[in-house]
Every structure is written in C-alpha cells, then in structure tokens.
C-alpha cells in the first residue's frame, strides 16, 4: 500500500508538469526506489525506475533498474537490450563499446533472446560503419538480419545497402519482401514493391501491393495524396484498359456534383441558405487526375468525355492562376513563386491538351499571351514552345525543337513521336512510343503510349522475363499479409481481465500472436505495446465517466513475439488521476470498467480509435464499496484518533482513514464532504496519532489525506507532518507539502545526513 502511494505521488506530480526537468525525473526516481524497497516484487514499479533514470540521465541507477526487472522477469527482452546499452554506454571510446558489443555477441551472449543479439549486433555494425570498417560493418549487418526477421532497421539498412548492388528489379523486389516481412504493415514498403512491380509490366500484383498501401494508409486516419490515387487509375488503366480509368474518374466526379444538387436542392425545400454548399459546375477532379481522364478518353476514343474533361481541366487551371496571381498581389507569395506556379500549370495543361487535341480558342489565345511575357522563364519558354507548333500543326519546326531537349525526357520523347507519327514516319514514332511505354510505364505518358501502340496492333506488349521473375517473388508473399489490417482478429488477440495483483485490482492485458511468423512489437510496430485504457466510472447511479482521464501504458516486454506467443502484463490501472477521483469519492459506491485500446490514434469526434492491425475490448466492472458512509464527524473524529490499531501499523485502516479524510475535505457536502469546522476537528484528530503511526503508516498519511492547500481546515495535520524526521517519510513530505523556501520541511532536510 505504501509503495502505490508513493508511485502514485510520483506520476501525479510529473504529469502536473507541461515539461518535467531533469530535476523532476531525479526526484521521481529517488521516490520510485524508495516505493520499491516496500514492493520488492514489482516488476512494473521496477520499470518505472528505469523510465525515470534514463529522463534523468543516470546511467548506473538505470543498469540497476534493469537488473531488478530481469531479477523478477528474467524474459523481459526490452529491458535486456537496455540493460546491454546501458552498459555500453559507460565505455568512452568506439574500441571499447566494440569489445562490449562483441562480448554479448560471443559465447557470454549465447543464452540472450536472438532478437536482443540481433539489435546488439547491428548497433556493432553501425559503429564499424562509422569508422569506415566495411567488412565487420557487413558481417554484423548480415548477423542481425540473420537472427531476426523481424529487426525491421537491419532490413531497411540491408535494402538500402544492396539496392544499388542487386541486378535488376527482381532483386530490388526481393530485399523489399524481406522489408515487407520485418514489418508487414510499412505502408511505404507496399506502395514501393507496387511501383516496382508496376514498372516492370507486373500490373496485377502492382495493383495487389497498392492497395494494401491505401489501406493502411486510411487505416491510419493518413489522406492518400492526390499521387497515389493517379499511380492507381494508371495500373487500372493498364490492366483493363482506358476505358476502365474513364469510368471510374467519371464515377468520381459526377457521384460529387450529383450529392452536391441534391444537399442543395433538400436545403432550398427547407428555406435553408445553400451558400456554403459548391455548385456542382464547380466541382471538379484534382488536376492531376483530370490529366489522367483527359488522356484516357483520348486512348478509349470517348470524344465526349475527352472534351468534358479538357473543359474542366481549363477552368481549373484558370482557378490555380487566379489563387496565384491573388496570393502575389497580396504579399504572401513572391512574384517569382507566381510566375513559377502559373508556369508549371499552364505547361501541363498545354502538353495535355496539345496531344488530345482539345484547346478552344480562348485557351489558345491565353495560352499565347502568357508565353509572351517577359517575366516567363527561358527554359519554360523552350520546353513549351514545341508543343504550341505541335498544337498549330507545325510539326516539322515542332521536331526540330523537341531534338534541342533533354533527350532522355518522357515528355519531349511524345512530342517527337507525335511529330513523326503526323509526319508519316510510322515506325519511328512507333520505336519511340514503345521506348516511352516501356521505361515509363507507371507514367500518364507511358499508359497513354502503351495504349497507342495497342491500338495499332503493333506491339502485344507480352509479359517480360523480368515481369514474370517480379510476379513469382510477388506471389509469394502470401495474401494473409493483404488481409492484416481488414481482420486484425485473425492474427492478433487481444484480452483483458481483472485480477488481484500486489493486494489491489489490476487488468491483465494478454496479446496473443496469430500470425504464420514472428512479429515485431513496440510503439508504431506490427504488435503494438502502446495501450490506451478508457474509465467508464459510475457514482452511485450517476456516470461519472466524463470527468475522468484516460491512461496511457506501454506494454513492450517483448521485442518479438513468435508464432502462437503471448505477452502477458499486469497493470495497474488506478495509478493516475482517475484511481485518486475514485477513491476520493469513497462516501459512495464507485464502479469502474475500462475500455482497453491498442495502438490508439486521435479519431474525428474527440475520441481514439484502434490503429492499423490494433485491437480493443472492455473488463468487466471494478466495484469499490463505500469507506463508513454513514459516518457522521464525532465518529470519523473517533476513528481518526486511534487509526492503525493498538500499534498503529495497520496500513489498510491507515489509508482507508486518510483517503475517508480527504472525502469529507475535498468533496461538496451532497456528496459526504463536511464544514470547515468538523474537518479541522479530523485533521487535529489524526496529526495527534500521526507520531505513534509506524513508518509505512506515515507514508500512508502523507500521501494520501489532504494538506491545506487544499482545505485551510487541515492545518494541524501539515503542522504534525512538519515535524517529521524519517528521511524516507520526510521525502514523501517535501514533494506534497513543500512549497516556499522556509518550510520546516526543507529545513529538516537540508540538516539531514
């Protein structure tokens, strides 16, 4: 009971704090070493300790933190790994943090969990690599990739190391399975083997890799950007053709302005103004994505559409130039920003309206005062010039122009297949056409090409050795991996469960892997430790859930989990705010259940919601019967004065007192508190038992019953408090109670030894 007391001291007065100091944490830790000594078994306590240490910068009180965890947890493989760096940490120089790695490493290493070896030895390999030794740097790399699949950092290390060295995708695909396996749920490792995939002409994997990365991408409340959703329609487009890109863009757009007349139509019924409301007309895709549409009714030959989209395309356009040339007059952009932004709009629209063949007069009269200006830079000038002679049929000046640019751009490389195409050079602008559809495949300009060229029956676009070879490596990444975020249940369990731990409630929260392999756990890891618990607290018959606050855990004892292995933790869920509410109102029933939510994120309405692959469930309820709720002044007086019992070492009836006193200080009298007058007859009460009370009896009092900061009627008892000399109780006091500088507190411990 005394060690919660001074745990719970500790965690309130840090997280009073908007940003504890060093100092802060050097107190917690004095105070959470002292709990310790009267919870010797408590491995959470102990993790605390080495929180506490590590925020306060003491190395050796951390080593012994980790000790006491592995004493009472030998398989807490966290804080092994910590324990390692701790103890590397004391080396001065890179030789000797080598030789201490090496010793965890060599035969003294041998009974460590791989995955601790495996993290010890990439920390080696970094140092190598820091002092330019590659071949121990490769060794070491390569051991903890061994050790461990699930050491995402040695992967993505490893990936990035032999990216450049592989031949070919199919190599770059296969160190990005194994990126993939590290950590199933890296939506960026997705949408990487999507776009390699896409390029190498593997469309249906592709498509499979993509859109597991949106979904992880929604799944973590994370708005794909507008490129993701181009990269999308082109694989659409490649693996059903142009039409399917056609119609889903229409899909997209028309579903917007369809629901856009009717929230306005409903509003007009009711007589409501419909002015924060778009008009439809004035709705429109992205301008990337109208490029896509744009485009892809050129391939599919749906004229309507094609001309419907360049309409649009130009108005928003017209739109982007506004918003700049508004921004600049106002001072929030430079003109150079404006002219660089009207550029680069006016440049797509004129390429993609130059191929399709969809310019209306006016654009092209805009089109042609724009490129006039002085202010429009040279090189602008240069890469849009052709394309307003390719507009203007003029395609021979058009070439001429299109060969003085970078040969190696996509863009410039259409423009001259286009010249020759309409010059009559078939098979030149065929060579071209493919070379753009080959080597630009995940590109609005290779789709387009490709579909060119299919079109004309000159080129059937078979399946590559090295698309055949990506597509094997793909399939064999098997589709449970698809489904880990839409059915987290299938790999993941999550339980919580009341039970009696250290002498009071606590939840014990198991998670259980599933899964076909091992899985990596930790904060934003495919197992997430990080736990939310929700309180849903009834008074009596009244909730009270509002007015409590909600607990962040961390449960990462475990690096890995493998398969069918569980992670069992006991917490103790009262430690902060709410656990001092609910016992504060100790003159009714309190009964509290906790919702329990793994690897939370913030939701749309104020609340939290479960992170990608993340799980949720409930316990059962806690009641807490009521402390003396019918007792009146004289009888709290009485009990007050002979608390403890006959030796005053009865810790339960020393806390229940003390927490019954902060009640009828603290609480309005509806709810059992009492006048001014009867408190300050409890506290002379209980400050005249205080000096008989045993030392855990003390710490009790001081921790728990009010001080007269917060009721002026608790005088006598700080005053008793004030007289302390037990270092150990005295410490508890200094944090509670001290407040100016010529407190007798300070001053007592200032002439302590």
Same mark, same amino acid.
């Given at each position: 009971?005394?060690?919660?007391?001074?745990?719970?001291?500790?965690? %309130?007065?840090?997280?009073?704090?908007?940003?504890?100091?060093?100092?802060?944490?050097?107190?917690? !830790?004095?105070?959470?070493?002292?709990?310790?000594?009267?919870?010797?078994?408590?491995?959470?306590?102990?993790?605390?300790?080495?929180?506490?240490?590590?925020?306060?910068?003491?190395?050796?009180?951390?080593?012994?933190?980790?000790?006491?965890?592995?004493?009472?947890?030998?398989?807490?493989?966290?804080?092994?790994?910590?324990?390692?760096?701790?103890?590397?940490?004391?080396?001065?120089?890179?030789?000797?943090?080598?030789?201490? @790695?090496?010793?965890?490493?060599?035969?003294?290493?041998?009974?460590?969990? $791989?995955?601790?070896?495996?993290?010890?030895?990439?920390?080696?390999?970094?140092?190598?690599?820091?002092?330019?030794?590659?071949?121990?740097? %490769?060794?070491?790399?390569?051991?903890?990739?061994?050790?461990? $699949?699930?050491?995402?950092?040695?992967?993505?290390?490893?990936?990035?190391?032999?990216?450049?060295?592989?031949?070919?995708?199919?190599?770059?695909?296969?160190?990005? #399975?194994?990126?993939?396996?590290?950590?199933?749920?890296?939506?960026?490792?997705?949408?990487?083997?999507?776009?390699?995939?896409?390029?190498?002409?593997? @469309?249906?994997?592709?498509?499979?890799?993509? &859109?597991?990365?949106?979904?992880?991408? @929604?799944?973590?409340?994370?708005?794909?950007?507008?490129?993701? !959703?181009?990269?999308?329609?082109?694989?659409?487009?490649?693996?059903?053709?142009?039409?399917?890109?056609?119609?889903?863009?229409?899909?997209?757009?028309?579903?917007?302005?369809?629901?856009?007349?009717?929230?306005?139509?409903?509003?007009? =019924?009711?007589?409501?103004?419909?002015?924060?409301?778009?008009?439809?007309?004035?709705?429109?895709?992205?301008?990337?994505?109208?490029?896509?549409?744009?485009?892809?009714?050129?391939? *599919?030959?749906?004229?309507?559409?094609?001309?419907?989209?360049?309409?649009?395309?130009?108005?928003?356009?017209?739109?982007?130039?506004?918003?700049?040339?508004?921004?600049? #007059?106002?001072?929030?952009?430079? %003109?150079?920003?404006?002219?660089?932004?009207?550029?680069?709009?006016?440049?797509?629209?004129?390429?993609?309206?130059?191929?399709?063949?969809?310019?209306?007069?006016?654009?092209?009269?805009?089109?042609?005062?724009?490129?006039?200006?002085?202010?429009?830079?040279?090189?602008? =000038?240069?890469?849009?010039?052709?394309?307003?002679?390719?507009?203007?049929?003029?395609?021979?000046?058009?070439?001429?122009?299109?060969?003085?640019?970078?040969?190696? *751009?996509?863009?410039?490389?259409?423009?001259?297949?286009?010249?020759?195409?309409?010059?009559? &050079?078939?098979?030149?602008?065929?060579?071209? @056409?493919?070379?753009?559809?080959?080597?630009?495949?995940?590109?609005?300009? !290779?789709?387009?090409?490709?579909?060119?060229?299919?079109?004309?029956?000159?080129?059937?676009?078979?399946?590559?050795?090295?698309?055949?070879?990506?597509? *094997?490596?793909?399939?064999?990444?098997?589709?449970?991996?698809?489904?880990?975020?839409?059915?987290?249940?299938?790999?993941?369990?999550?339980?919580?469960?009341?039970?009696?731990?250290?002498?009071?409630?606590?939840?014990?929260?198991?998670?259980?892997?599933?899964?076909?392999?091992?899985?990596?756990?930790?904060?934003?890891?495919?197992?997430?430790? &990080?736990?939310?618990? #929700? $309180?849903?607290?009834?008074?009596?018959?009244?909730?009270?859930?509002?007015?409590?606050?909600?607990?962040?855990?961390?449960?990462?004892?475990?690096?890995?989990?493998?398969?069918?292995?569980?992670?069992?933790?006991?917490?103790?869920?009262?430690?902060?705010?709410?656990?001092?509410?609910?016992?504060?109102?100790?003159?009714?029933?309190? &009964?509290?259940?906790?919702?329990?939510?793994?690897?939370?994120?913030?939701?749309?309405?104020?609340?939290?919601?479960? !992170?990608?692959?993340?799980? #949720?469930?409930?316990?059962?309820?806690?009641?807490?019967?009521?402390?003396?709720?019918?007792?009146?002044?004289?009888?709290?007086?009485?009990?007050?004065?002979?608390?403890?019992?006959?030796?005053?070492?009865?810790?339960?009836?020393?806390?229940?007192? *003390?927490?019954?006193?902060?009640?009828?200080?603290?609480?309005?009298?509806?709810?059992?508190?009492?006048?001014?007058?009867?408190?300050?007859?409890?506290?002379?009460?209980?400050?005249?038992?205080?000096?008989?009370?045993?030392?855990?009896?003390?710490?009790?009092?001081?921790?728990?019953?009010?001080?007269?900061?917060?009721?002026?009627?608790?005088?006598?008892?700080?005053?008793?408090?004030?007289?302390?000399?037990?270092?150990?109780?005295?410490?508890?006091?200094?944090?509670?109670?001290?407040?100016?500088?010529?407190?007798?507190?300070?001053?007592?411990?200032?002439?302590?030894?």
């Amino acid at each position: 009971l005394g060690a919660d007391a001074i745990w719970r001291t500790v965690a %309130l007065d840090l997280r009073l704090r908007d940003e504890p100091l060093e100092r802060d944490f050097r107190i917690a !830790g004095h105070l959470l070493d002292a709990a310790q000594k009267l919870a010797p078994t408590d491995a959470t306590l102990s993790r605390e300790r080495v929180e506490a240490w590590f925020q306060a910068a003491d190395n050796e009180r951390v080593i012994n933190a980790c000790r006491d965890i592995l004493r009472l947890d030998p398989k807490d493989t966290v804080a092994q790994l910590r324990l390692i760096t701790a103890q590397v940490g004391r080396q001065q120089t890179a030789e000797d943090r080598l030789q201490t @790695y090496e010793r965890f490493l060599g035969a003294a290493g041998e009974r460590l969990d $791989p995955s601790v070896r495996s993290r010890v030895a990439l920390d080696a390999a970094l140092i190598h690599r820091e002092r330019g030794d590659t071949e121990p740097f %490769l060794d070491r790399l390569a051991l903890a990739v061994s050790l461990d $699949p699930t050491n995402k950092e040695a992967a993505a290390l490893a990936e990035t190391l032999y990216a450049s060295e592989r031949d070919g995708p199919a190599g770059r695909l296969e160190l990005l #399975s194994n990126l993939l396996f590290a950590d199933p749920l890296d939506a960026s490792v997705h949408q990487s083997m999507a776009m390699l995939l896409g390029q190498v002409g593997a @469309y249906e994997q592709a498509g499979r890799f993509y &859109r597991a990365a949106v979904a992880l991408m @929604y799944a973590s409340r994370l708005t794909p950007p507008t490129q993701v !959703g181009v990269d999308q329609i082109v694989l659409r487009w490649h693996s059903e053709g142009p039409q399917g890109a056609v119609s889903e863009l229409n899909t997209a757009i028309l579903t917007q302005r369809d629901f856009a007349k009717r929230t306005i139509e409903q509003l007009n =019924r009711q007589g409501i103004p419909s002015t924060g409301v778009t008009p439809p007309e004035d709705l429109r895709l992205p301008i990337a994505l109208e490029q896509v549409r744009l485009l892809a009714a050129d391939a *599919s030959g749906d004229l309507k559409t094609r001309f419907e989209s360049a309409r649009d395309l130009e108005r928003s356009v017209e739109k982007v130039l506004a918003t700049l040339q508004a921004q600049g #007059s106002a001072g929030m952009i430079g %003109l150079d920003a404006v002219t660089e932004g009207a550029a680069t709009a006016i440049a797509e629209m004129l390429v993609v309206t130059s191929i399709t063949n969809e310019q209306s007069d006016g654009l092209k009269a805009a089109m042609d005062l724009f490129l006039q200006r002085d202010d429009v830079d040279i090189i602008y =000038r240069e890469q849009l010039m052709p394309w307003v002679d390719v507009r203007d049929g003029n395609f021979e000046a058009a070439e001429t122009k299109f060969l003085a640019q970078d040969a190696s *751009s996509p863009t410039a490389i259409l423009g001259l297949a286009l010249c020759r195409a309409s010059l009559g &050079r078939e098979a030149e602008a065929r060579e071209l @056409y493919q070379r753009i559809a080959t080597t630009n495949r995940m590109s609005v300009m !290779g789709a387009w090409a490709r579909s060119k060229l299919l079109a004309g029956a000159s080129w059937g676009d078979e399946p590559t050795d090295e698309a055949r070879t990506c597509t *094997s490596i793909a399939k064999g990444v098997p589709p449970w991996v698809d489904s880990m975020v839409r059915e987290p249940r299938s790999f993941i369990s999550l339980d919580a469960s009341i039970v009696e731990s250290n002498g009071r409630p606590a939840i014990r929260i198991v998670i259980r892997n599933l899964s076909p392999l091992p899985l990596a756990v930790g904060p934003d890891k495919p197992i997430n430790s &990080r736990i939310l618990i #929700s $309180p849903m607290m009834d008074v009596g018959l009244v909730s009270w859930s509002a007015r409590t606050l909600p607990e962040v855990l961390d449960t990462d004892r475990r690096l890995r989990l493998l398969q069918g292995e569980a992670v069992e933790v006991d917490i103790w869920p009262a430690l902060g705010y709410t656990g001092w509410l609910a016992e504060t109102l100790c003159t009714k029933s309190v &009964r509290t259940r906790w919702g329990v939510l793994q690897g939370f994120i913030a939701g749309q309405t104020q609340t939290y919601e479960p !992170g990608p692959m993340c799980l #949720s469930t409930q316990t059962d309820q806690i009641p807490v019967p009521p402390i003396r709720p019918d007792a009146d002044a004289d009888k709290l007086a009485e009990w007050l004065a002979g608390v403890g019992g006959a030796d005053g070492t009865d810790e339960r009836d020393i806390r229940d007192a *003390s927490i019954r006193l902060r009640a009828a200080a603290l609480l309005p009298s509806e709810l059992g508190g009492l006048s001014a007058e009867s408190v300050a007859r409890l506290s002379d009460a209980l400050a005249g038992r205080y000096p008989t009370l045993s030392t855990a009896g003390r710490v009790l009092v001081v921790a728990h019953a009010p001080h007269a900061r917060q009721n002026a009627a608790m005088q006598s008892l700080d005053a008793a408090i004030e007289q302390e000399r037990d270092p150990f109780v005295l410490a508890l006091a200094l944090v509670t109670r001290c407040i100016v500088p010529e407190s007798p507190l300070l001053q007592a411990a200032a002439q302590s030894s």
